[in-house]
């Protein structure tokens, strides 16, 4: 039996194309690649190269574009300066001046590179992480780990594509990407903020954003 990574739930087989086999999950709706179908060990460097190769400028720029409108965001919803993390694809120099000058602090760790770990011993106000979330092969541990990250009343955003329509997965052009092993629809965030004691403030499209209860008991992971 292939059980849910997410959720541990019995999973079914949901389609099978030329390449992998997909599996959904009826519990959480977590759509995921067979494990037997990635392209390499999860120790393997390869993931780590391939991921390398697409943090290109373009891609830099997108991060940017989805960092600084939410930053601006949060910003006015509480006033404050904030502490932020970055979990992904690390953003230029010139973006994280510019977000410094503007009283603001964002810190960054590379999920598929051995990066500083210090990063993960502390809270942020927030924590934004832009195209990872596809590419996770153990989502459970990383959802545990990015959820104890955050402060209680923190956000949490995460830029992904939404699962929006299952008949058209067949032809998902994100599905046929090679790197992308982990699918979601707007139930399988409504799960884990349940799970996590989240408050799931907006899901849709490309972007999910997630609010921490002021009570919550999630405490940090110690690396
Ligand atoms: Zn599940």
Request: charged share 15%.
């Amino acid at each position: 039996m292939t059980r849910c990574p997410l959720c541990k739930h019995a999973a079914t087989l949901f389609l099978q194309d030329k390449k992998r086999a997909f599996f959904d999950c009826p519990q959480c709706a977590f759509v995921f690649v067979d494990p037997s179908d990635h392209r390499m060990p999860s120790n393997s460097s390869t993931p780590i190269q391939s991921y390398g190769r697409q943090q290109k400028a373009a891609q830099q720029r997108q991060a940017t574009q989805f960092v600084l409108p939410l930053l601006s965001q949060l910003s006015d919803l509480t006033g404050d300066n904030l502490l932020g993390l970055n979990f992904g694809h690390s953003l230029d120099q010139h973006c994280i001046d510019k977000i410094q000058a503007s009283g603001h602090q964002l810190l960054q760790y590379d999920p598929f590179k051995a990066t500083e770990q210090a990063v993960l011993q502390q809270q942020y106000d927030f924590v934004c992480s832009y195209k990872v979330f596809e590419s996770f092969k153990r989502p459970l541990n990383q959802w545990a780990l990015l959820s104890s990250l955050v402060k209680p009343q923190g956000w949490l955003a995460i830029g992904t594509a939404l699962l929006t329509d299952k008949s058209h997965f067949a032809k998902w052009h994100h599905k046929n990407n090679p790197a992308h092993v982990s699918f979601y629809q707007h139930k399988t965030f409504e799960y884990l903020a349940t799970q996590g004691q989240f408050k799931l403030l907006f899901a849709a499209k490309e972007l999910v954003l997630m609010q921490k209860a002021a009570n919550s008991g999630i405490k940090p992971i110690l690396i």
